[in-house]
């Protein structure tokens, strides 16, 4: 089942992930949008489901149009473009919440001489390698890779980038990809969004205009912040107004 934001939890996200990687700030998200589900760590997820814990809680809290922002590669037209979180959704991971927790498919791929099998990437994966680091494709990629025969210290880059499309075919949804089409010169381009920035964003647009909140109302009223946080939004706005000079 989904865990929905409150004020409270925004906070708690917000400040967590202060400081944080990008990795490590989308895997808190995610994590608290999933429902205890035993020993599952989120961080053990294929992509694509981490991607639909994001979207499914983005949506709950803060509706369903992603606004974005972008400049057309050809001609540096500036563009905002609404996307509905219904086009990032793949129909293998768009099932209904509370559906078995995924765990990362496999297959096999012959190529090269070699014989690999191997799995969709976590979200354990890409926190544990380095996007800076000039081997961080290569590193990612072999971490997907659970068995090869003839067996082989490292895979050759042929074998890999032979992998590398194989990854998304496995786990749709892993990559969040929109086609866009500039109407100043009509280029068409493809685009990736970030989801868990986007996400991140919200939480901490939402977290700072409470805590401005709260600062007000605790300067105006004499308020702790669980007091303020007991207000709902809409009376708060009114002692907002009231109390502003």
């Known amino acids: 089942m989904l865990r929905r934001l409150t004020e409270a939890n925004v906070l ?21 949008a999933m429902a205890s589900r035993g020993e599952q760590d989120v961080a053990d997820l294929p992509l694509s489901a981490v991607n639909k814990l994001l979207l499914d809680l983005r949506c709950g809290a803060f509706g369903d149009a992603l606004p974005c922002t972008t400049d057309c590669p050809a001609c540096g037209e ?14 293998a991971v768009g099932g209904p919440t509370g559906e078995a927790v995924p765990v990362p498919a496999t297959a096999t791929l012959t190529t090269g001489g070699f014989t690999i099998t ?12 380095d996007p800076s680091s000039p081997g961080a494709r290569r590193a990612l990629l072999r971490r997907s890779v659970l068995s090869v025969s003839p067996p082989v ?13 194989r990854l ?8 969040t990809v929109l086609t866009l089409d500039c109407p100043q010169c009509e ?7 970030d989801v868990a920035e986007h996400v991140w964003t919200d939480v901490s647009g939402y977290a700072l205009r409470v805590l401005h909140d709260v ?23 009114f002692y907002l107004e009231v109390s502003s000079p």
């Open 215 to 237: 600062h007000a109302l605790a300067q105006a009223y004499g308020w702790s912040e669980a007091e303020v946080l007991s207000v709902s939004p809409a009376r708060r706005r």
């Open 118 to 129: 191997y799995r969709a990437l976590t979200g354990r994966d890409v926190e544990a390698v």
């Open 187 to 193: 280029h068409r381009w493809e685009a990736a969004l």
């Open 168 to 175: 998304a075919e496995l786990d749709p949804g892993a990559d």
């Open 78 to 91: 500036s563009l905002d473009v609404t996307v509905s979180s219904e086009e990032l959704r793949p129909a």
């Open 153 to 165: 210290d490292d895979l050759p880059d042929a074998v890999l980038d032979a992998l590398a499309p």
């Open 12 to 32: 708690e996200v917000w400040e967590c992930g202060l400081g944080g990687t990008p990795v490590a700030r989308a895997l808190l998200i995610a994590s608290t």
